[in-house]
């Protein structure tokens, strides 16, 4: 049920978005609208995303935020939820990332998804992701809350597309088949040195549950996840932060290395 008009949902969209081009930060919306609710979000999320595909932009794939328990504890939240990825967002493996472009840039170690057939929940689980997988590859995320110090609420940050601002997808794609996804190793360095690691199982149980999830969730809107869409799984260990000058490698067991660096 929502409580938001189509006007404030109008206005809330061309707010956060603007924060987001404009490298700016925005207070928390909730802040004016308290009882906003998760409907709100996504109207709020969608209005977004239909504003950069209005302008030209094509969407790059969907993202699935706050799945494991190091970022949970990390937000102070406990429900994982989605964004999505515009094609502006892409950026190869070894970029040289603009750090003026952004407002307070953290990383995440993630596994990315490809599909090869729809998935459409509810009842979605991960042995249909697993036969609905094209390939598996490694990814980093750049996540930019707009919001001041990463602080909000699980409302405030739905509407900011899940934090959303860049990714780089690097390393071998493998079959899903070929790789143990619950064991994979990831080591995440800043600078040569090791901040995080972690495992695949700490997404969920399984990176795959967190595809799962995506079909799930947007069964609620009567939406599928499309053959051929690239998914974020969400981040393997916490969230690091990176400044300018920063140069960052994670390593992923038998999939080879994703870098870039923050000028
Ligand atoms: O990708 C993520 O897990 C981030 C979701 C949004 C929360 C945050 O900004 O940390
Ligand atoms: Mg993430």
């Not at 700490?202 to 799962?212: D, K, N, Y």
């Amino acid at each position: 049920m929502s409580t938001l008009n189509q006007a404030q949902v109008a206005e809330l969209a061309e707010y956060l978005e603007t924060c987001e081009l404009d490298a700016k930060e925005a207070t928390k919306i909730t802040d004016r609208y308290p009882d906003m609710d998760f409907e709100d979000a996504y109207d709020i999320q969608y209005a977004i995303r239909r504003r950069k595909l209005d302008r030209g932009h094509t969407l790059a794939g969907l993202k699935v935020g706050l799945t494991s328990r190091a970022k949970m504890k990390q937000m102070g939240v406990d429900t994982p939820i989605y964004g999505f990825l515009a094609d502006y967002f892409d950026r190869p493996d070894g970029a040289d990332i603009k750090t003026d472009e952004l407002i307070h840039p953290k990383v995440e170690a993630e596994l990315a998804f490809v599909t090869k057939a729809p998935l459409k929940g509810p009842g979605c689980h991960a042995g249909n992701v697993l036969a609905a997988t094209d390939f598996v590859i490694p990814a980093v995320e750049i996540i930019d809350s707009r919001y001041e110090n990463f602080r909000f609420d699980l409302v405030s940050v739905i509407a900011d597309n899940a934090s959303s601002s860049r990714f780089v997808l690097g390393g071998r794609m493998a079959r899903p088949s070929d790789i143990d996804a619950r064991n994979l190793g990831v080591v995440l360095e800043r600078n040569g040195e090791i901040v995080e690691l972690g495992a695949g199982a700490a997404v969920l149980g399984h990176p795959a549950a967190s595809v799962a999830l995506l079909a799930n969730m947007l069964g609620e809107r009567d939406e599928e996840i499309p053959s051929g869409t690239l998914i974020l799984t969400g981040g393997i260990t916490a969230a690091v932060t990176v400044n300018k000058g920063d140069a960052v490698n994670v390593r992923f067991q038998d999939l080879g290395s994703v870098g870039m660096r923050f000028v």
